[in-house]
């Protein structure tokens, strides 16, 4: 038990007995007398609790310096025990480390001359090893050089083989290029002498039949000059004048259209009064027809007067031409306008066509085109614009036949594709069957080429010159056969 354990249960014996005297006066006594006498008796009790506590404390601090000075003798002997033990020890340890380092020493030296010794016997086993290697790296090296000295021989003979394989072969193929190249210049020379003599015969056919037409065009020539004769004379009558154009208009139309898309001499009005030329039939929305009017028109005396106007007149005349040739261009239209434009029969306009290309420029020059399309609701129309003006109806045509066939033509496509459909299944029937065929036949081979090698495999095969001078014959007894065959 400590010093500081005994102070403390000290202390608490003399706190109960303070409470347990202050405890019992109360219970003898109430009242102030009583009350005095218990501060009397508790001052008194403090003192002598003091008292005793500061003898205690006293007397405590005696023992423990007391004990302290024990405890210190007793710890100077220990620490002067172990002082002299310690210093026992270490004298048995040097004692002990100089055996040590003896003993090490020796051992040392033993195993310096054990391992001197041992370094002995291995330099002289390393030493008949590298003789014995060397023997038998001198005596490979000279078995190598004998073989590859066999080896090189062996290699020459086989290259001298190869190389007068190789010049057989060689001979063989120049022999047979140029036996070739032979035949086929043969060919050659033949086909281009053969070539040669058809075209110069043929030249000399196409040189006779030019000429022959050229007799020809100077005959042709001879009566275009009488025709020229006679087309002044035409062209001198009014009624001839009106003939020429009408059969000119008629061989374009014939040219162009069918014979059910237009018709001659028609009477467009729905009086059936004046009959036209000729006349368009343009397909209506009611399934019908409307007439687009035509008529040809050639005023020739006018246009014969502004020509010699414009080669040999002054410019007053020039103009006095023009002047007339309007004039003449405004009765056309107005007549075709009012003989043979009667919508909804006809269309809302007619066309004039003129039989020249020279007439119908000076109409278009003049700016005559849009005065007419307005005022007379005609439109004007050269050789080569009546042919332009024509493929475009056509063309109007046959989209019109197109949309009223559209039907039978989503019908058709439509059996189209059933068939197509058909067509694909039967595709792919037929992909399938020649997959399955390809694989039999891969098969096929496989086992036919694996029976071949099995029965060829008891079979001496040939060394390469041997196989090559076997191949190189083949070729010229096929020759031969086929020689002796022709």
């Given amino acids: 038990m400590t010093i500081e354990t005994i102070l403390l249960i000290c202390l608490l014996a003399v706190s109960a007995a303070a409470l ?4 019992l006066a109360l219970r003898r006594g109430r009242g102030d007398g009583y009350s005095r006498q218990l501060e009397a008796g508790q001052r008194e009790l403090r003192q002598e609790l003091l008292s005793s506590v500061q003898g205690s404390v006293q007397s405590l601090g005696e023992l423990v310096a ?22 026992a020890r270490q004298e048995a340890l040097q004692s002990s480390l100089q055996s040590l380092g003896e003993l090490i020493a020796a ?3 033993r195993t310096a001359q054990l391992q001197n010794d041992r370094f002995g016997e291995i330099d002289g086993h390393l030493l008949q090893k590298q003789d014995a290697l060397a023997r038998a790296l001198a005596l490979q090296f000279h078995q190598f050089e004998e073989r590859f000295g066999t080896f090189s021989l062996e290699n020459a003979q086989r290259l001298e083989e190869i190389r007068a394989s190789v010049e057989k072969r060689l001979s063989y193929l120049q022999e047979d290029n140029n036996r070739k190249l032979d035949e086929m210049r043969r060919l050659v020379d033949e086909k281009l002498q053969k070539t040669l003599e058809e075209r110069v015969t043929r030249s000399f056919q196409l040189v006779s039949e030019k000429l022959q037409e050229v007799y020809q065009g100077l005959g042709e020539m001879r009566n275009l000059a009488v025709g020229v ?68 028109k050639f005023p020739a005396d006018a246009y014969a007067e502004l020509r010699e106007s414009y080669e040999n007149g002054t410019p007053e005349q020039v103009n006095a031409a023009l002047s007339v040739l309007q004039s003449r261009i405004k009765s056309f239209a107005k007549d075709i306008r009012d003989k043979y ?38 439109n004007v129309a050269g050789p080569s614009t009546m042919a332009a003006l024509l493929n475009s109806l056509q063309m109007g045509f046959r989209t019109f036949a197109i949309q009223q066939r559209s039907g039978e033509v989503w019908k058709v496509l439509g059996a189209v594709k059933t068939e197509f459909d058909k067509f ?6 037929t992909q399938k069957r020649l997959e399955q065929a390809n694989h039999e036949l891969d098969q096929l081979v496989g086992v036919r080429t694996r029976q071949i090698q099995r029965t060829l495999k008891d079979v001496t095969s040939l060394q390469e010159d041997q196989a090559g001078q076997v191949f190189a014959r083949l070729p010229e007894e096929e020759a031969t056969a086929a020689m002796a065959e022709e």
Avoid: C
């Avoid at 347990?20 to 405890?23: E, F, H, P, R």
């Avoid at 020249?356 to 005022?375: I, K, N």
């Fill in 20 to 23: 347990v005297v202050s405890i």
């Fill in 107 to 109: 051992t040392q030296s």
């Fill in 424 to 429: 694909g299944g039967v595709l792919l029937a």
């Fill in 229 to 296: 004769g006679d087309l002044k004379k035409v062209l001198s009558n009014v009624k001839t004048r009106g003939i020429l154009g009408e059969v000119q208009l008629g061989a374009i139309l014939e040219e162009i259209l069918a014979p059910g898309q237009y018709a001659r001499n028609v009477a467009t009005r729905h009086d059936g009064k004046n009959y036209v030329e000729y006349a368009v039939k343009l397909p209506a929305e009611d399934g019908g027809h409307i007439w687009l009017p035509i008529d040809s």
């Fill in 66 to 87: 007391a004990n302290q000075r024990t405890a210190a003798e007793a710890q100077n002997e220990r620490l002067a025990a172990f002082e002299r033990s310690l210093a």
């Fill in 341 to 378: 434009i009667d919508p909804p029969y006809t269309t809302e306009f007619g066309i004039m066509f003129l039989p020249f290309e020279g007439l119908y420029a000076e109409v278009v020059s003049r700016g005559m085109v849009e005065t007419l399309q307005h005022e007379y609701k005609v």
